[in-house]
C-alpha cells in the first residue's frame, strides 16, 4: 500500500486494508502476509492497528562485486 503524502492522516490506509481483508475473507484467502521496511514505522503500526504481527524477520546485506 502507498499513501500520498498529502493524503496520509485520513484513515486511508486503515480503509484500504479494512476493503483489502475483506476482498480476500470473501475468496476464502486464509492468511495475508505484507513486507515492510524496517524503517517505515508508520506503515508498520498501521499494521498492527490492523491486527496484523510479526511472524518472521528478513535480514539482508549489500554485496558488491
Same mark, same amino acid.
Given at each position: 500500500? $502507498?499513501?500520498?503524502? +498529502?493524503?496520509? !492522516? @485520513? @484513515?486511508? !490506509?486503515? #480503509? *484500504? ?8 475473507? /470473501? %475468496? ?12 517505515? @514505522? /508508520?506503515?508498520?503500526? *498501521? $499494521?498492527?492497528?490492523? !491486527?496484523?504481527?510479526?511472524? %518472521?524477520? +528478513?535480514? #539482508?546485506?549489500?554485496? $558488491? !562485486?
Amino acid at each position: 500500500l $502507498y499513501i500520498a503524502p +498529502e493524503k496520509r !492522516g @485520513q @484513515q486511508l !490506509g486503515e #480503509e *484500504l486494508l479494512k476493503h483489502a481483508a475483506h476482498w480476500f475473507k /470473501s %475468496r476464502k484467502i486464509k492468511k495475508l502476509r505484507l513486507t515492510v521496511t524496517a524503517s517505515n @514505522q /508508520s506503515a508498520m503500526k *498501521l $499494521y498492527e492497528r490492523a !491486527g496484523f504481527g510479526i511472524e %518472521r524477520l +528478513e535480514m #539482508e546485506k549489500e554485496m $558488491y !562485486g
